[in-house]
């Protein structure tokens, strides 16, 4: 599968994130959807080959949305930004399973490895 094959999914209420992630990873090649909400993000029912997804949001968090995947056995590979990156917060993502968790701001070349290493590992990536 081709970078331009793949899909990433971009949830944040924060547009200019949205936006710059966004750019980000159009930057890599690869295809990125936008969703404001989780709640938006479930209904559209997103293939995703990457999800990347705010903590903090109205309505369903980020770490709630990585749960509701995982309850449904869906291993997409997910990234958890967040301006609040405490301990606690950083290990519940970890174990949901979450590839990586980011603290707002962040570099790009940090989110970048993040990608690169969360498709790399991802479930429908591997390699024979």
Request: overall charge negative; some cysteine; glycine content about 8%.
């Amino acid at each position: 599968m081709s970078l331009s094959d793949q899909e990433v999914c971009i949830v944040d209420d924060d547009a200019s994130v949205r936006t710059a992630v966004s750019s980000l990873v159009r930057s890599l090649g690869l295809r990125a959807r936008l969703f404001a909400s989780a709640e938006e993000f479930l209904a559209a029912g997103c293939a995703a080959d990457l999800v990347i997804s705010d903590l903090q949001m109205p309505g369903i968090s980020g770490i709630e949305l990585l749960e509701l995947l995982r309850g449904r056995a869906d291993q997409v590979p997910f990234i958890v930004i967040t301006a609040f990156l405490q301990d606690a917060v950083k290990g519940r993502a970890t174990q949901a399973g979450a590839a990586c968790v980011l603290g707002k701001p962040f570099r790009a070349d940090a989110l970048i490895g993040c990608i690169e290493r969360a498709l790399a590992t991802g479930p429908d990536h591997t390699h024979v």
